[in-house]
């Protein structure tokens, strides 16, 4: 930015980067709040709580976010890419249990329920697997894998390497789609609900 641009350019874009930053943490901080007030403690309890409890969730929220930001970077030489690895990790997840799952559910009337679960359960399975036992730079920091066999991945090259959305997704889709096939389909009246409309 610097070499390209003009110099109060950049004074400009690192405010809106701020900008930008304070309002996900924000939101983020009061998703916490209110996951422990209403997620966690009133379905537990069963009785409406205060706000209390939801500015207590919200403040143990920005204190664990504050200790890892600080700590991370001293405790372990990659913890900068904490954001890039936490993302990547979230997204692999949710692609391999539930996008074959959505898109079945938008595409197709042979998904069944028990495929579904079966798809689900495969795909977040195999994920966690991959990135704990295989995927070297999440099973390295993790320590799992080094725990139990005395090496950080199980497997070298070029699985090591292999992200597990390469892996799980498709075994994702394939237990879907194979349960499915073989377990009672869905009631026609229920279709018709889902579908109704739809060609």
Known sequence: VEQTMPAWFGILFLVTL??????????????????????ITETLSGKKVGIGINRLGTSIGII?????????P????????IIARGTSIFFGL???????MYFGALYSKKIT???????????????????????EKESQPLRICQAIFGRPALWGEP???VDP?????????????LV???TKPLDEKHLKTCFNGLK
């Open 18 to 39: 701020f900008a930008a930053a304070m309002s996900t943490m924000s939101s983020q901080y009061h998703t916490i709040g209110a996951a422990l007030s209403r997620d």
């Open 165 to 177: 959305i390469v892996i799980a997704l498709p075994l994702s889709i394939a237990v879907t789609v």
């Open 74 to 81: 001293r405790f372990y030489e990659a913890g900068s890419e």
């Open 180 to 182: 499915s096939l073989f």
């Open 159 to 161: 699985w090591k390497v």
């Open 94 to 100: 949710c692609a391999s249990s539930l996008l074959p």
């Open 64 to 72: 664990l976010s504050t200790v890892v930001a600080w700590g991370l």
């Open 113 to 135: 329920r028990a495929g579904a679960i079966a798809g689900m359960l495969t795909g977040f399975l195999s994920s966690m697997f991959w990135f704990m036992f295989v995927h």
